[in-house]
């Protein structure tokens, strides 16, 4: 059985890793189940191992170095931040196989709302096609990013996960960016103009997840 874990307030990131790393050492050495742990955080950017320096246009928050995948990302109040801590041992030993896991699960999560994400090939997390906004210069239509993924294996147990935007301040991205990609944008489930709110959420993740992973 996996456990689900819920922390209410604001969980301070060195604290969390902190957490998960004891888990994930607990869990490879078969003295704790797997877990799922559901957090918010307060405002943060985070450097994934392929951050780039200029991506940091303004340090406005704490910069957190990970060893997850990925570039800067921005967590903070009203991100579901869902750290998933699996034993792949198990699972299969495939980590493209698991990140494509991840983002159906997300996918799954959104569909509860009415909101159609995707994902893009050369784009990690998961998008909504925004043709209620000017085009891109090229003619392309806008896509913004409601998803973040991002994780990190050891000893093939998961840690790291995925982050949701419900309801956060979205200017706060305004200081990186996002998974090094521009011209697109970031969008939250509020921002769409769905009156969601984290519990919501955390039932669509929960039922999703056992779609998605069994």
């Known amino acids: 059985m996996v456990e689900w874990i819920i922390s209410s307030g604001l969980t301070a990131h060195a604290d969390a890793v902190a957490l998960m790393e004891d888990r994930v050492a607990q869990i490879h050495a078969g003295q704790a189940p797997e877990a799922v742990w559901l957090v918010e955080h307060p405002p943060l950017y985070t450097a994934g191992t392929s951050a780039r320096p200029q991506d940091l246009l303004d340090a406005r928050f704490p910069v957190h170095q990970t060893g997850r995948g990925g570039q800067y990302t921005y967590h903070g109040p009203g991100q579901r931040v869902a750290y998933v801590m699996l034993d792949l041992n198990r699972r299969g030993r495939d980590v493209r196989a698991f990140v494509g896991q991840l983002e159906g699960w997300v996918i799954d999560a959104l569909a509860s709302f009415g909101v159609s ?51 956060p301040d979205l200017s706060h991205y305004g200081g990186i960016v996002p998974c090094g990609i521009s011209g697109h944008g970031v ?26 992973f069994g």
């Open 187 to 212: 969008t939250s489930l509020v921002d769409l103009g769905l009156p969601v709110g984290m519990a919501d959420l955390d039932v669509a993740l929960r039922q999703g997840f056992a779609r998605t």
């Open 117 to 167: 994400g995707q994902i893009r090939e050369g784009r990690v997390g998961v998008w909504v096609p925004r043709p209620d906004k000017p085009p891109l210069p090229d003619g392309q239509m806008r896509e913004d990013k409601i998803a973040a993924i991002g994780v990190k294996l050891r000893r093939w147990v998961s840690f790291h996960g995925i982050a949701v935007n419900v309801d």
